[in-house]
């Protein structure tokens, strides 16, 4: 039988990240267009996993010198292929020993559905799941006053995709901790999109020019802003205060920080 430890220790051999289960009982309370039984209705355990973005590969977009580098190793190829494998390798370790697994990857939660039902009683396709909110459930970390999902080893800076599977495994406790003591990171963002409460205005962030990405799968989705400002600023804070359990020789922020402004495109936006 294939237990827990084994799916951990193989995902670590490929140098996954981070790693977290959660029993399919914890998705109860989710609806049909967003519960992984509605994919694959046999499920018991969701797998997360988890891949770092490289500190390193935001150097360029901290300086504000080279972009193209973020934009591969810390979105498209981190995403795409190198995430992307890992999934693939953990999926077919668990049917290599005989139980079915389904790779996920995170497309947005808020993509509306492209067709029909095709049977009395089902959602229509496409069923996404929320994978942070998958990521919560398992175990790996928490969202933070910026609206990024917040892990003790890495602060903002990681990515992931589920596998659901017909085998049961143990689940990881819920995390209790906390990452993030910060009160509010509203003096993080320069167009004031975020507020005191950690509400977060997206048609802000879609404008913004200090490292925000439209989203890459579907405009309805929201913007990817973990090479933005505010990721960047909120990571400083984190590495600064001990936060966070990946550490570094030199501080991340070396300088104060480049800004854009530009209140004709709020207006605009």
């Not at 495994?169 to 963002?189: A, H, I, R, T, W």
Request: charged share 25%; with cysteine.
């Amino acid at each position: 039988m294939l237990r827990t430890e084994d799916v951990k220790n193989f995902a670590r051999e490929i140098r996954v990240d981070l790693i977290g289960i959660a029993d399919i009982e914890r998705f109860n309370d989710i609806p049909p267009e967003h519960n992984p039984l509605s994919i694959f209705p046999e499920t018991r355990s969701v797998i997360v996993i988890g891949r770092r973005i490289p500190r390193g590969a935001l150097r360029g977009i901290e300086e504000g010198t080279q972009f193209a580098n973020y934009s591969l190793y810390g979105r498209d190829w981190l995403n795409n292929r190198i995430l992307a494998m890992s999934t693939f390798k953990v999926s077919e370790f668990l049917e290599d020993n005989g139980w079915e697994a389904v790779p996920v990857p995170n497309l947005p939660p808020e993509v509306p559905p492209s067709g029909i039902p095709v049977r009395e009683g089902q959602p229509a396709p496409n069923v996404m799941i929320d994978i942070e909110d998958a990521a919560i459930k398992a175990g790996l970390g928490e969202i933070g006053h910026c609206g990024f999902f917040l892990t003790p080893e890495f602060g903002p800076r990681q990515r992931f995709q589920i596998i659901l599977t017909d085998l049961r495994l143990e689940p990881d406790p819920l995390f209790n901790g906390k990452v993030c003591d910060y009160p509010s990171c509203q003096s993080f963002c320069p167009l004031n999109a975020i507020t005191a409460a950690g509400v977060i205005d997206y048609k802000k962030c879609n404008i913004c020019e200090n490292g925000v990405f439209p989203n890459p799968y579907h405009s309805s989705g929201k913007p990817d802003r973990l090479g933005a400002i505010c990721a960047r600023s909120c990571l400083d804070y984190l590495e600064r205060h001990n936060l966070i359990k990946n550490t570094f020789q030199n501080p991340f922020r070396k300088r104060p920080s480049w800004k854009v402004v530009s209140e004709r495109r709020i207006e605009e936006g």
